[in-house]
């Protein structure tokens, strides 16, 4: 049900937005979740990266902030994240997540940055 798009392989210092669509979520149900993006590197654990809550502030992981934003179109049911000065160590791939209310989660199929160092 979450379509996600926009990895790659981009050069140290390059950006790319990933995107992440809740295909046949009601508007009630996709505005009323925490909506997230995850990554996960080869030997490591899923880790949060950034996440808008249903009601609060937005939050990111500290090895983000400043470089990647989190928006979301509710009209196209899609959430994004947008990241810049990409390193290295941002390689990974990355899930998108929403949750509803901890009755429903709903995790993307994931998609794979590449940063070459």
């Known amino acids: 049900q979450l379509v996600e798009s926009g990895g790659g392989l981009v050069q140290a210092g390059g950006s790319l937005t990933l995107s992440c669509k809740a295909s046949?979520?009601?508007?009630?149900?996709?505005?009323?979740?925490?909506r997230a993006w995850y990554r996960q590197s080869p030997g490591k654990e899923r880790e949060l990266v950034a996440r808008?809550?249903?009601?609060?502030?937005?939050e990111y992981a500290d090895s983000v902030k400043g470089r990647f934003t989190i928006t979301r179109d509710n009209t196209k049911r899609t959430v994004y994240l947008h990241m810049r000065s990409l390193k290295p160590e941002d390689t990974a791939v990355y899930y998108c997540?929403?949750?509803?209310?901890?009755?429903?989660?709903?995790w993307g199929q994931g998609t794979q940055v590449t940063v070459p160092s």
């Open positions: 046949g979520m009601i508007l009630s149900v996709f505005t009323g979740s925490d």
């Open positions: 808008i809550p249903r009601d609060g502030n937005t």
């Open positions: 997540n929403i949750n509803y209310l901890g009755s429903r989660d709903y």
